[in-house]
């Protein structure tokens, strides 16, 4: 996962949708059988945050020396415990909701417990441990909550991200191709089986650049665990040994063309100009609801309707900013997290006031202002209405 740069807080980010789940036959879709479809309707600018949730928890992170964060790819959490990775740190740190720093994971090094490169995390919550999927070497290293080593585990092949579901770990092969998935134990990290994705419909763009465009997490876990891959706009999930698709996105006008390689370098600026979704990743699934990250932004749905719209920004009421990188919160229901750099913030927010804008102060934005520039990152907890 790339680092966003600055312009990404304030005109892109990458995430989600509220979309429907009523089932269809295979007369409506016959590319698809036994999934629900869903379809964009619309794609507009901004998303007030308030329409979809409900006003949102400010958590500013607390700044010494060992908690400062440059990048966010993934949150879980376990009751009042927030678990933030960094992987350009290859680090692990643990909050408390109020944003206190209580523990952290940087073990730096090659002898047991160490790593040189840590690249994804989930949570064993029955077991209160970390367990960090790292790839220099590549391994499983389990801590618990206070960051104390306890074992490792070596890894046959290499994997780039994996999500856990009570005692199995789905591991994404680091492959040429985007459609293996090892099955591992948690207790000691054998593969047990080994999941295959449906042949892709698209040709393969040429070049390995096109598979570093998505920032968002093609697994995530909230109250089921759900699988998604670039160039593939169905969601699926595991059902005993099967992958099987749950949901078809109907992106309209938004759908990537068949001959992906005709564009060649050109391949992300023309998704970008023409706004065709790539990829679909951060997906979270809660009631009649759906949400999910693409590379043109956020797309929000209600099963009920079975239409979506896609927005480019989310806009933060309390903040008065439009961007921000969301994240789901792992184990969650349905809960995201929005972080940001409170310097950006703050820059944008004085840009606007210098320019006249009507900025409506709120007690979020006035304690934001008050952070210092060199403050580490904030996080805004939402839930879904």
């Known amino acids: 996962m790339k680092l966003q740069e600055i312009s990404c807080y304030i005109i892109t980010f990458s995430l989600l949708v509220m979309i429907g789940s009523c089932k269809v036959s295979k007369a409506q879709h016959n590319s698809v059988s036994g999934v629900d479809i869903l379809k964009v309707a619309s794609y507009e600018p901004m998303l007030t945050d308030t329409i979809v949730f409900h006003p949102c928890k400010f958590i500013a992170l607390e700044t010494n020396d060992i908690s400062l964060i440059k990048n966010i790819s993934r949150v879980y959490r376990d009751g009042e415990k927030l678990f933030v990775f960094d992987p350009f740190l290859s680090k692990l740190l643990v909050f408390n909701e109020q944003g206190k720093y209580l523990s952290h994971v940087r073990a730096i090094g090659r002898g047991p417990g160490e790593y040189l490169q840590a690249i994804d995390f989930c949570l064993d919550v029955q077991k209160k441990q970390i367990i960090i999927l790292c790839d220099r070497p590549s391994k499983l290293v389990y801590y618990d909550y206070d960051g104390k080593f306890i074992r490792e585990t070596s890894l046959v092949r290499y994997y780039n991200y994996f999500v856990q579901d009570d005692s199995l770990l789905y591991c994404h092969q680091l492959l040429k191709t985007d459609d293996k998935i090892d099955v591992l134990s948690v207790a000691d990290g054998h593969i047990v089986n080994s999941l295959s994705f449906p042949a892709l419909e698209y040709k393969q763009p040429q070049g390995e650049h096109i598979r570093t465009f998505s920032m968002g997490n093609f697994f995530t ?16 999930t595991v059902v005993g040994t099967q992958l099987i698709p749950t ?80 994240l789901p919160v792992g184990n969650t229901k349905n809960q995201i997290i929005v972080y940001n750099d409170p310097f950006m913030v703050k820059t944008i927010l004085r840009d606007g006031m210098n320019r006249g804008v009507n900025i409506v102060e709120t007690d979020m934005m006035k304690a934001l202002m008050k952070m210092e520039d060199d403050a580490n990152k904030v996080l805004c907890l939402y839930e879904l209405r």
Do not use: A
């Open 221 to 236: 876990r909230g109250e089921g665990v759900h699988l998604t891959r670039q160039f593939d706009n169905c969601i699926y």
């Open 247 to 326: 949901h078809y996105i109907d992106m309209g006008k938004h759908t990537l063309p068949k001959s992906l390689d005709s564009y060649g370098v050109d391949f992300l600026q023309e998704c970008d100009r023409n706004k065709y979704v790539c990829s679909i990743s951060d997906v979270v699934e809660w009631e009649d609801k759906l949400l999910f990250s693409t590379n043109i932004g956020l797309f929000v749905g209600d099963k009920k309707s079975e239409t979506m719209k896609g927005y480019q920004i989310l806009f933060n009421s309390q903040l008065w900013f439009g961007g921000g990188n969301i």
